[in-house]
């Protein structure tokens, strides 16, 4: 089964500056997507971005950008340029390319980020 | 992005008695739908999966009796707290998805709006 770990709670990160949410998972699977998911207060989960683990190009959606490391099987997440909206709950999360119209998300613990004005 | 409405969002209900809550997806046909529970400040967790017409499989642990899903049409799911009782007060939230073949992760997984139940 495969299990996706962030170890991290909390962070706080000023607004304007620079943060990175760490997370790491364990699969056996060689094709597989991986996710970061925002919620928000409103609690709407909101989809950040994606990465194919074929693809060894990191993915980029404006400020946020992954560090995709398959070998270490690292995912993180780099936010730039913190605004105050991005004070949220993020959830890292693992789907199998395998599973058919079943696929499911398997989601880590996930990370409440503050942003201090 | 395809719009996922769960409804309702908010509902208090005395302990015995069965709440409904439905999910459905607005513009888009869903071949899946998934229910979770989320407690706060803690992550999603995966009650069950649903199928249009068929039964739905349910995550270990959790009470296929307590927690009924109903998936009556491509558009709609239901998920009702049986005999609900101040322990099943938590957030629920489903999603929907549709799969035309192909890899998985192609698939964009869409959330609703969650609903929070309160049992008194």
């Known amino acids: 089964a495969q299990t996706v770990t962030q170890s991290q709670p909390e962070m706080s990160v000023q607004e304007a500056e620079t943060v990175t949410l760490s997370c790491t998972y364990d699969t056996s699977e060689s094709d597989y997507y991986l996710f970061w998911y925002k919620q928000p207060p409103s609690r709407q989960m909101i989809l950040v971005i994606r990465q194919e683990a074929y693809k060894q190009q990191n993915a980029t959606e404006n400020r946020f950008s992954v560090n995709f490391q398959k070998a270490a099987k690292s995912f993180s997440l780099k936010i730039s340029d913190s605004q105050l909206g991005d004070a949220a709950m993020y959830f890292c999360a693992y789907r199998s390319a395998y599973a058919g119209a079943n696929s499911k998300l398997t989601f880590g613990k996930g990370i409440t980020l503050s942003v201090r004005p | 992005g395809a719009v996922v409405s769960q409804h309702p969002s908010r509902v208090i209900c005395k302990s015995g008695t069965s709440v409904k809550i439905e999910c459905r997806s607005l513009?888009?046909?869903?071949?899946?739908m998934f229910w979770y529970r989320q407690f706060p400040k803690q992550s999603l967790m995966l009650m069950a999966t649903s199928n249009e017409g068929s039964k739905a499989t349910y995550e270990q642990g959790v009470e296929k009796d307590k927690f009924l899903i109903n998936h009556a049409s491509l558009t709609l799911s239901t998920l009702t707290v049986a005999s609900a009782h101040p322990e099943d007060s938590s957030f629920y939230i489903c999603?929907?998805?549709?799969?035309?073949?192909?890899?998985?992760?192609?698939?964009?997984?869409?959330f609703g709006q969650g609903t929070r139940l309160t049992v008194v």
């Open positions: 513009d888009f046909q869903a071949t899946t």
């Open positions: 999603s929907a998805q549709w799969w035309q073949g192909g890899r998985a992760g192609d698939t964009e997984a869409f």
